[in-house]
């Protein structure tokens, strides 16, 4: 379900990332924050038997990983980790983590 990897939030206009507390970008515009989501039920099956548990923050729900791994999933079926360079949240998983 979840094959593309998100990359960090850029504004469009100045390409300053976002981080975490900021109201406004660099050139200050307003972000627009699309929140992450807890993902359908297999998905959090997956998830917590490879050793991840569920928080939130203000931006939505973070899964926390083994070794500081942190994912996140959005609606649109995206996903991001801030360690992995894969496609596919699957084969993240599948390689990474060991049941």
Known sequence: ?????????????CGSIYKSGDVVCACNKP???VKSEAGDERMQDLL????????EDELGVI??????H???LFSDG?????KS????LE?????QFTT
């Open 91 to 95: 084969e993240y998983l599948r390689l």
């Open 1 to 13: 379900m979840y094959k593309t990897r998100m990359t960090e939030s850029r504004c469009e206009a």
């Open 48 to 55: 917590m038997s490879r050793g991840f548990e569920r928080g």
């Open 70 to 72: 942190r994912v996140r």
């Open 78 to 82: 995206e996903w991001w980790s801030d």
């Open 85 to 88: 360079e894969h496609e596919s």
């Open 31 to 33: 972000w627009h924050i």
């Open 63 to 68: 899964w926390l990983g083994p070794m500081g």
